[in-house]
């Protein structure tokens, strides 16, 4: 018995994906360098997964190719350079982000923190309405409650609707930064099968994730970052076989210890 | 270094000559006020270029002194000398009454307050005539006297008296900032959280450096009203507490002769405004657009130059050989052998003892009635993802942040309401997420800024530099721990420049500076190689063997398994599971959740040997 | 008059000042929670709206027309600020922020009275009439005027920001700067919309009291300030607050400076800062302190 919101939606993301290219990504922290040259790319509907340790600079990546934050390196969307850009204008290029945290508008009602997004997308009012009804049927629980406010919200829903806020833009590749960071394991399984069906319906997803098994379970190809660099990429089903991926990311202890005295 | 040498030398002859150079062809008036401005500059330099403060009110503070001086002289018959000192006393205690509740709030709401406070002054210097002589002022205020010069009058005495002063103000304030307070200060504005986490109280310094700056200004007002003999409510207006601020902004307030090469520009300035502009403006206006001028300056000032012009200046004076900051033939400053560093007590009480602790953001439940206790002596880990409220935990625990409910003992005694300076002054100690060190600082800085709490020298032991041998002291002692931690080579570059693992080094190291009984670290692991998390977790383990508590909270769930006493599981705030790593490892619930399936493998497999081969298979 | 007469009168006066000071109140509070400014140039706004009414009521201008013109001028000037000198240093801090407002007011301080001179300007009431007792105070008919389309103002704003989309991206931005972004809302047209919406409440403010007291060159300083005491009681935040701490606080002065000798009446509302941000600290105390926006970052 497919989970509620795996229903297929009347509308979908047929299509709609976008290419991503990212070249020689670097960025910094005031002195710390937490970027240091990233190369990627996610091509029309595929799902990308982005694994590392912490601090290696996942999330920097991301800010990066939103341009939150000042970088050298090239950003292409369809081959169009968003180097230039800044952060609202790459969104209304097509970039949409899920970020760490959600970041949701607490006080605002979920409905508004919807339709906030295809407002600042430059979306018209019947557009809107189109891409709010496509949101309310993925994620049902969000249409029981339109009027709450944001922060009365369940993690597993606030989490849901962050990510409709991003789908809300039409976006052409979406990012998510460690969206499965909090949530049950049963919300977790069910995020992971929407975002693969949204891939299939033709988004392109970038996705990076702390839970390494998760995300390469349900990839098309990965990355490894490692202290602001990439230093693995291939298929994910070539990561997940991978002795040193899978020593690193997927369960492998450090050299034992000598006995602890107490 | 000769350069500089040279121009100070100048500086000073210049000084000591211009009565001379200038006699009979100008008036040393403008000379004299120069010195004025620049004492009530130098205030402003110290509070907003340390302290992050801007204060609006050095002219009330300026016009309290002048007329406190002038009252106590003239309605009172006190000796001005006496006179002045009360005037001091004055100004200082009312910055501190007005600074209190200020202070606690954040920056804008001292400009806004010190706004409000020159309205009031000028308010009651007008309208209670009884007291002040209203608009028209009060006369007769008698000269200083000093001894075998007698009374001092005209404008010559007061001119080396006011320029001594500005002297005497640039080297209390060059020793504060090389200081026990001074690094409390550059902590308190790199990082507010990280200074108090090392017992460093804001309110107190901000307060102190406030009362400071009002007590100069108040110097400068009494020698104002002893120089003219007069004084009215005029001067000390809005509009001068503008002039300063320029001043200060424009010679750059992170410098303090900075603040001295402002006033001269800007008092320079302004006479030249006032002699041309009522030429082209009727009476009274031409002040106001003095003001404009003032507002064009500023703004061009902190848009166009907003370090200000001092440090342009000091470049030039800089040799180049001296742009870089290594310098190669350092002497020793310490010996390598241990100085002797009592081990903390042990403690019998349970460390932490947290019961039933709750934490809400809003509507979002971060800690959600959560007990554990933490004994005397062990390592113990704090595990879960992301969100899971680990470091909000810590945050609790430091004093941070305060528990919605519940209770939480540190040592045998409550902590909830304690501010975060006194946990840490228990002997707690921390380190961040993301290292909160002082960029502008050395190495050696930023761990004596960890000693804190061990040094003594105070507000004015400081400004007077009697602190060189509790300083030399604890430079001897920080490098005993920078030997410890492999960061000696790096003694005296500022932190900035240093590479990510050692920033965490650093971070350790100031933290065991402050001697502490209890440690927490906040993910200290995150963005190590492999080769560093293996020193890190030999270090923990060294740590503990002295007789440190470690609280460790750790994403890396293997560096914790093979380190920790005991772990504690948290999930969505809850504590889902607690105990010697062994049993957690294979909890059902831990490992479905967060150490996946991988992880359930290993722990039915058991550990690998060194060559990463499985010893047994489920 | 009986006691209580003199005390309905204050109080009345109290909350027709307090709705002046409110409308600029609340102009600080958009401004500062959408750009993180503190405008000391908030008074500035209500000066020119005020000035070139009365010009334009002089040279034979109806009152209808004057009140929307100086509005409509002040929003004006109010969007030339933010161009000219927000934008230019939108991301820096706080502090160079509002060294840049100062700069602001004396610059446009001193444009006003480049054009306007330092004499008192004046403008007929909107309505003739003999004044009105209401509930034991006698009011102005231009007080009645001012309570009204105060209160009108009022409602507008609520309606707009708790119903319009642009109201709510407004608030969106003030709420969380980074998400109003990653939205693709544009944080400078928010900016200037903010800043155009002070403008015309400044202006607006300037225009009602100016039948009621002069127009100076110099009258936005004391204006700007007074709202900024309701202001402050509300941290600059909460608009609701604002409005409330701004009514309470023209009552408080109105009641003081019918005691105390007229000189000092300015000096009041700086004892009444003084006791908000006393009170604001005690708050901050209690909840744990300063610290807490920057350890939530984290």
């Known amino acids: ?262 | 270094m000769n350069r500089a040498w040279f121009l100070r030398g100048c500086g000073l002859l210049l000084l000591l000559l211009l009565p001379w150079i200038l006699r009979d062809r100008l008036s040393l008036t403008v000379p004299f006020v120069i010195g004025l401005h620049a004492i009530l500059a130098l205030g402003l330099a110290l509070l907003a270029g340390q302290a992050g403060q801007v204060s609006l009110g050095q002219a009330a503070f300026y016009g309290i002194g002048a007329y406190t001086a002038a009252l106590l002289t003239v309605r009172l018959g006190w000796d001005p000398w006496l006179a002045l000192g009360m005037a001091v006393l004055v100004a200082a205690s009312l910055a501190y009454v007005l600074g209190a509740p200020v202070m606690v709030l954040r920056g804008h709401y001292l400009v806004l307050g010190t706004l409000a406070l020159n309205v009031v002054v000028e308010v009651i210097l007008r309208n209670w005539q009884s007291l002040t002589g209203g608009a028209n002022g009060l006369s007769g205020v008698p000269p200083l006297h000093l001894g075998p010069f007698g009374a001092l009058r005209g404008t010559l005495p007061y001119y080396y008296l006011v320029w001594g002063l500005v002297l005497a103000s640039l080297w209390l304030g060059h020793n504060l900032l090389r200081s026990r307070v001074g690094r409390a200060l550059a902590a308190i504005r790199a990082s507010e959280v990280a200074a108090v986490s090392l017992g460093i109280p804001p309110v107190r310094y901000k307060l102190q450096l406030f009362a400071y700056s009002a007590g100069c200004a108040a110097v400068a007002g009494g020698l104002y009203a002893y120089e003219l003999g007069f004084v009215s409510p005029s001067p000390f207006g809005f509009e001068l507490s503008i002039a300063i601020l320029v001043m200060g902004v424009l010679g750059g307030i992170h410098h303090l002769p900075g603040a001295v090469l402002g006033a001269a520009i800007v008092t320079l300035l302004r006479e030249l405004l006032r002699s041309l502009l009522p030429q082209f403006f009727r009476g009274g206006a031409s002040a106001e657009y003095e003001a404009v001028v003032y507002g064009l300056l500023l703004a061009a000032a902190v848009i166009g130059a907003p370090t200000g012009l001092w440090p342009l200046l000091a470049r030039w004076t800089r040799r180049p050989s001296q742009e870089s900051r290594v310098q190669p033939a350092q002497p020793p400053l310490w010996r390598l052998n241990q100085v002797p560093v009592d081990p903390p007590e042990p403690a019998r009480d349970p460390v932490v003892k947290a019961q039933s602790l709750t934490k809400r953001f809003g509507g979002l439940v971060a800690v959600d009635d959560l007990s554990f206790t933490v004994s005397p002596g062990e390592i113990y880990a704090i595990i879960g993802p992301n969100g899971a409220g680990k470091t909000t935990v810590l945050n609790l625990i430091t004093g941070l942040l305060r528990p919605n409910s519940g209770s939480l003992v540190l040592f045998g005694s409550p902590v909830h309401m304690l501010p975060p300076e006194r946990i840490a002054s228990l002997g707690v100690a921390r380190t961040f997420q993301t290292p909160r060190v002082v960029w502008d600082l050395t190495v050696l800085d930023n761990v004596r800024l960890g000693m804190h709490l061990h040094l003594q020298a105070g507000f004015f032991t400081s400004l007077l530099g009697l602190n060189h041998e509790e300083e030399a002291s604890s430079v001897r002692q920080a490098g005993v721990l920078l030997e410890r931690l492999g960061l000696v080579p790096h003694a005296h570059e500022i932190a900035a420049n240093l590479p990510f693992g050692s920033l965490r080094l650093l971070e350790l190291a100031r933290a065991l500076a402050l001697r502490p009984r209890l440690l927490l670290l906040d993910e200290p692991a995150s963005g190590l190689s492999r080769e560093q998390r293996m020193e890190l977790a030999r270090l923990i383990q060294e740590i503990r063997a002295e007789g440190v508590t470690v609280v460790l909270v750790e994403h890396d769930v293997e560096m914790v398994l093979q380190v920790a006493d005991r772990v504690l599981v948290l999930h969505q705030g809850r504590r889902i599971a607690e105990g010697p790593p062994s049993v957690v490892r294979s909890h059902p619930e831990v490992i479905s959740a967060y150490l996946g399936p991988a992880a359930a493998e290993i722990a039915t497999a058991g550990p690998k040997d060194l060559r990463g081969n499985r010893r047994a298979q489920a | 008059m009986s006691l209580g007469q003199q005390l309905a009168q204050f109080i009345a006066a109290g909350i027709v000042n307090g709705a002046i000071y409110a409308l600029l109140g609340l102009g600080l509070v958009v401004i500062y929670s959408v750009t993180r400014a503190v405008n000391v140039a908030q008074g500035e706004f209500a000066a020119l709206g005020a000035l070139l009414a009365a010009t334009l009521a002089s040279a034979g201008w109806p009152v209808e027309a004057v009140l929307p013109v100086g509005t409509a001028a002040s929003a004006l000037l109010g969007l030339l600020a933010y161009l000219g000198g927000i934008r230019p240093v939108r991301t820096a801090s706080p502090l160079v922020l509002i060294i840049v407002t100062l700069a602001m007011h004396l610059t446009l301080k001193g444009l006003l009275l480049l054009v306007w001179g330092t004499d008192p300007y004046t403008l007929p009431p909107f309505s003739q009439g003999a004044p009105l007792r209401i509930l034991g105070a006698v009011l102005a008919r231009q007080s009645l005027w001012i309570l009204g389309t105060a209160g009108v103002a009022l409602m507008i704003l609520y309606g707009f920001f708790g119903y319009t989309l642009y109201g709510k991206a407004l608030r969106a931005c003030a709420i969380n700067d980074l998400a109003a972004r990653l939205m693709g809302i544009r944080p400078q047209a928010m900016g200037a919309i903010a800043w155009t919406l002070a403008g015309a409440l400044g202006g607006l403010a300037g225009v009602l009291i100016t039948p009621l007291t002069l127009a100076t060159y110099d009258m936005g300083l004391m204006l700007g300030l007074k709202g900024f005491v309701g202001a402050v009681a509300a941290g600059l935040t909460s608009y609701p607050l604002a409005v409330l701490g701004c009514l309470l606080f023209g009552i408080v002065e109105s009641l003081v400076a019918g005691l105390l000798p007229s000189g000092y009446r300015d000096a009041i509302a700086f004892g009444v800062l003084v006791v908000a941000l006393l009170t604001r600290a005690v708050l901050a105390l209690r909840q744990g302190v300063l610290v807490g926006e920057e350890v939530l970052s984290e």
């Open chain 1, 1 to 262: 018995m497919k989970p509620s919101w795996a229903r297929r939606s009347p509308e979908s993301a047929r299509g709609a994906g976008g290419s991503l290219q990212v070249y020689d990504l670097q960025a910094s922290y005031g002195p710390v360098q937490a970027l240091r040259g990233a190369t990627l790319e996610c091509a029309p509907g595929e799902l990308v997964a982005i694994i590392g340790p912490n601090g290696a600079g996942k999330t920097t990546l991301l800010r990066a190719i939103l341009g939150l934050l000042p970088h050298r390196g090239d950003v292409l969307l369809d081959g169009r350079s968003l180097t230039a850009l800044s952060t609202e204008d790459r969104v209304r290029a097509g970039l949409a982000l899920v970020p760490e945290r959600r970041q949701l508008f607490d006080t605002l009602s979920v409905r508004d923190n919807l339709l906030l997004s295809g407002f600042g997308r430059g979306l018209g009012r019947s557009r809107m309405e189109e891409r709010l009804r496509l949101v309310f049927s993925l994620f049902p629980a969000l249409a029981e409650r339109p009027r709450a406010p944001a922060r009365s919200l369940s993690g597993g829903q606030q989490q849901m609707l962050a990510i409709g806020r991003a789908l809300m833009g039409e976006p052409r590749v979406l990012l998510m930064d460690e969206p499965l960071l909090g949530l049950a394991p049963l919300i977790v399984s069910e995020l992971l099968g929407l975002l693969r069906r949204l891939c299939d319906e033709g988004l392109s997803v970038v996705l990076v994730e702390q839970n390494a098994r998760a995300a390469l379970a349900v990839a098309d190809r990965a990355y490894v970052l490692e202290r602001g660099r990439i230093v693995r990429s291939g298929s994910a089903r070539d990561l997940q076989a991978d002795p040193a991926v899978h020593s690193a990311y997927l369960g492998g202890p450090l050299k034992p210890e000598a006995p602890r005295g107490k």
